[in-house]
């Protein structure tokens, strides 16, 4: 029997088939965004009264010193305020604390938590819609001014820039194209739409840069969009900023959603 090979136990991970491990584990918690504390803490001054009705809002620059954050993360924050009905902006003279009394909240899309698949899939679906119709009247109405806008944007937009500045000026060049529309009702909603599409973006931008060659990929659909408006082609136009946003979403894969 000494002579017999010894059979080496068995895991013990193995004995108990069926059973799951007991393991010490902590829920996860997700870091609060820059753009959540920032509207907290304004919010915050509003609501407390610390800042009256018909105060002038600091300058968005003022605003991204103090905070220590992005131009972008200010945007979104301000943004959201608007939507809440807690301030209102005043064509060049700034961002005032709105009254109570004189305000009608705005409508909300009810996307509370605009990282999950299904509100930026929802999200995107919306702007291919809005945007692509955008596009196709900037491309009859702009101007030689709003060209080189425009172009400048586009500029900025290929720059090698850190994160945020990437997110900022995809942003600019698609609030751009809304205001070369000059249609107001498209402006005022791209506003609204502010801080969900940065948030969106963000997420895109942050795909394109884990995948080799993406990102130039992403680059000459904005300048197809570009080239389109400039030519004065309301279709090609058109066609150029669906076919972006719906790339995107696949990207995303959010069409499978």
Do not use: C, W
């Not at 150029?240 to 719906?246: D, E, G």
């Amino acid at each position: 029997m000494d002579d017999e090979p010894r059979k080496s136990p068995k895991p013990r991970t193995l004995d108990r088939r069926g059973v799951a491990l007991k393991i010490r584990a902590r829920p996860i918690i997700r870091p609060v965004r820059l753009s959540d504390q920032v509207l907290e803490s304004l919010r915050n001054d509003i609501q407390s009264g610390r800042t009256a009705p018909g105060s002038r809002l600091p300058t968005e620059k003022e605003l991204t010193e103090s905070f220590n954050v992005s131009r972008t993360v200010i945007r979104e924050a301000i943004s959201r305020l608007q939507t809440d009905g807690l301030v209102i902006a005043k064509q060049g003279s700034g961002i005032y604390v709105a009254d109570p009394m004189e305000v009608t909240r705005s409508f909300r899309l009810g996307l509370e938590d605009s990282e999950q698949k299904t509100s930026i899939r929802e999200v995107y679906e919306l702007r291919v819609g809005v945007e692509s119709e955008a596009a196709a009247l900037a491309a009859i109405r702009r101007t030689k001014t709003d060209l080189a806008h425009l172009e400048k944007s586009l500029k900025a937009l290929s720059a090698p820039n850190d994160f945020d500045r990437g997110v900022d000026a995809d942003v600019t060049f698609h609030r751009l194209i809304a205001q070369l529309s000059k249609n107001a009702a498209i402006v005022r909603f791209q506003e609204f739409l502010a801080s969900v599409l940065a948030e969106t973006i963000k997420v895109a931008r942050g795909n394109s840069a884990r995948q080799a060659g993406l990102a130039e990929t992403v680059l000459d659909e904005h300048v197809k969009i570009f080239e389109a408006i400039a030519a004065g082609n309301a279709e090609e136009a058109r066609l150029a900023a669906r076919h972006h946003l719906v790339k995107a979403q696949e990207r995303l894969n959010l069409h499978k959603s």
